[in-house]
């Protein structure tokens, strides 16, 4: 059974550009998180989303970061305009229910010049 | 709000054991877990206690007093393999107890 999927695995783009990443979770899971982490401020909850509805988004930095998640299979997380400051690797990870067992993805480092 | 403290790093030798510990404040607490993320990896499940006590999974062990508001992870048997990142994590009343937060990590070197 194929683990949490994350595209792509690399971005690097420049300052002002928009972003997108993409995350397709365990099927059957009902749980979907997106992370970021950096070295300044370890691994930080950005967003969840409990069959598909968007639950608690006040880890999310400001306006410039939205996540979707359109159906059961398929979460995007946008950055627009980026910046410099957004480079860290962004994680998404699923689980089945309301327990502390969740599965990561293989994240995207995203590099803004 | 929550915080969590970790030791920063720690280094033993093969075949040694160790202990990672981990405090915490939360408002409200459910649970506190530990992951394991070796570089370039992403955090891996390692185990997870509600109640105290001692859960046990081969090699590794953890612990938790929710009246010191403190838990460890033992590793034992170190193998070269083991050198990573630990990371522990709660998960407490906030937002109907889906609030997660992780701790700074603790990155293990196991030396030959």
């Known amino acids: 059974d194929a683990g949490v999927i994350q595209s792509p695995r690399h971005e690097v783009t420049e300052m002002g550009q928009e972003v997108t990443l993409r995350c397709k979770p365990i099927?059957?899971?009902?749980?979907l998180f997106w992370y970021r982490q950096t070295m300044m401020r370890g691994l930080e909850l950005l967003i969840y989303f409990n069959n598909n509805v968007p639950i608690d988004d006040s880890g999310m930095p400001e306006d410039r970061f939205s996540a979707k998640m359109p159906n059961a299979s398929f979460s995007t997380l946008k950055i627009q305009p980026s910046e410099p400051r957004d480079s860290a690797v962004y994680f998404c990870?699923?689980?089945?229910?309301?327990?502390?067992?969740?599965?990561f993805g293989p994240g995207t480092r995203l590099t803004v010049l | 709000g929550q915080s969590l403290e970790q030791p920063s790093e720690v280094t033993a030798v093969e075949g040694a054991i160790v202990q990672i510990n981990c405090t915490y404040q939360t408002s409200g607490f459910y649970g506190l877990s530990w992951y394991q993320q070796h570089d370039g990896g992403a955090p891996t499940f390692l185990s997870y206690n509600a109640l105290d006590g001692l859960e046990e999974t081969g090699r590794f062990s953890s612990f938790l007093s929710r009246s010191d508001s403190y838990g460890y992870l033992l590793l034992q048997e170190l193998q070269m393999k083991d050198s990573a990142s630990y990371f522990c994590?709660?998960?407490?009343?906030?937002?109907?107890?889906?609030?997660?937060?992780f701790g700074p990590g603790t990155r293990l070197s196991v030396l030959p």
């Open positions: 099927s059957g899971h009902d749980y």
């Open positions: 990870a699923s689980s089945l229910d309301a327990t502390d067992t969740q599965y």
């Open positions: 994590a709660v998960r407490d009343s906030e937002n109907y107890g889906q609030n997660f937060v």
